[in-house]
């Protein structure tokens, strides 16, 4: 499924298989979740990407060569000899290119990684339900580090990360707090399946105050809100690649020694934690699957929010 020009559908095409180059795989694709990077993508939210595009960049797959089971993420390349990478912040590099917008992604039968950015899956998950982790649950468990020891968390949008941190949050003995929009009655249920003790209003407050939250629905106007839920000493995390403008708020909800920062890309070394951490909990991902040929719907299903967990592309 190609994308030739943001704003536009995905189409249906037949391409030849892709030719591995130096240090890449050659990967059957046997499933690859859906992101809201790819409707951000989609979209033109994100400038400049490769077109024609092949979408996707949580990819489970077989290297045709070696039958060897991997999952490729967002990151897919990175110089490995800048100051970020040689900080161990290669997720921050100058020159990264990342799957699915620079590179071609896993909305296809047949997709090239670069070798040492192809990560191996953890035993006993089956391909459609290890797909969301690649993603989903990087990001979400790279912000979760980031917010630090908050026994009190809240989740702002409770969608395919939200669903995977929840478990987590909780199997590390913290409280979660669940925010979705108003009247959402299915996804406030949905958190409080997965063990949030409260969901309520993204904008109202919690019952009590947070000492940290962590923001993955891409609305700037969560910042104020979140920054009053939390307590002195709180951290907000905005998570997403991309967000609507914030807007302005007065220094007395920062004041109080409050942080607010993001969470960019990830980095090899969170793939490797979080893989291993999440048969460990465990982590139980809900998915819906869609067959390749029904992209267009599910990421029109995910840009109106009526996807519960994670959507899954399955070639046919």
């Known amino acids: 499924m190609v994308l030739d020009e943001p704003g536009r559908p995905l189409r249906a095409a037949e391409v030849p298989r892709p030719e591995p180059g130096p240090g890449q795989l050659l990967l059957r694709v046997h499933a690859c979740a859906v992101c809201r990077t790819d409707l951000h993508v989609a979209d033109g939210e994100l400038p400049e990407p490769k077109l024609p595009l092949v979408l996707g ?9 070696s039958g060897a089971r991997v999952g490729v993420p967002w990151l897919g390349w990175a110089d490995g000899e800048c100051r970020y990478c040689l900080s161990g912040r290669e997720n921050l590099c100058d020159r990264a290119l990342f799957t699915g917008y620079q590179v071609d992604g896993g909305y296809a039968e047949y997709a090239v990684a670069d070798r040492r950015f192809c990560l191996p899956l953890p035993d006993g998950y089956s391909d459609l339900q290890v797909a969301p982790l690649l993603c989903a649950g990087l990001i979400g468990y790279r912000s979760l580090v980031a917010a630090g020891e908050a026994g009190r968390l809240g989740l702002y949008g409770f969608g395919a990360s939200a669903h995977i941190v929840a478990q987590v949050a909780r199997h590390q003995g913290r409280r979660v707090f669940a925010f979705v929009r108003a009247g959402d009655d299915e996804a406030a249920r949905f958190a409080l399946s997965l063990g949030a003790e409260w969901a309520g209003d993204s904008l109202g407050p919690p019952p009590e105050e947070l000492d940290a939250a962590i923001i993955f629905a891409p609305v700037g106007e969560l910042v104020p809100a979140a920054l009053r839920a939390v307590a002195k000493g709180g951290t907000v995390v905005c998570a997403g690649i991309h967000m609507s403008d914030i807007p302005s708020f007065p220094y ?10 993001s969470v960019a890309n990830l980095t090899r070394q969170d793939g490797h934690e979080f893989l291993a951490l999440a048969p460990q909990v465990p982590v139980r991902t809900e998915i819906e699957t869609f067959p390749l040929a029904d992209a267009n719907e599910a990421l029109a299903r995910l840009r109106a929010g009526r996807i519960r967990g994670s959507a899954v592309l399955v070639p046919d």
Do not use: F, P, S, Y
């Open 252 to 261: 007395e909800l920062l004041w109080g020694e409050r942080v607010l920062r």
């Open 57 to 65: 960049h949580q990819i489970v797959a077989t290297d045709v060569e």
